[in-house]
């Protein structure tokens, strides 16, 4: 099932599919590029920033960023 990344529950993982072409260099420095696995560790209340897992290293995205970013979770 797609999803946008902010819209991941807690502990849920998934592959990325998608990414928002003006975001792709910005977060493939991050380590978040197509075909990724990664995982939602916390998101922040009232449009709070995430914290997602992707190769064993926590990285934070802000809202407006993880919106753009489309995972295929894995149930």
Do not use: C, F, H, W
């Amino acid at each position: 099932m797609e999803k946008k990344l902010y819209e991941m529950a807690y502990g849920e993982e998934g592959i990325v599919k998608n990414i928002d072409e003006s975001l792709k260099k910005k977060v493939a420095g991050m380590g978040i590029r197509v075909g990724k696995r990664i995982k939602m560790m916390t998101r922040q209340p009232l449009k709070g920033p995430v914290v997602v897992v992707v190769d064993e290293a926590n990285t934070s995205l802000g809202m407006g960023v993880a919106n753009k970013i489309i995972v295929d979770v894995q149930k």
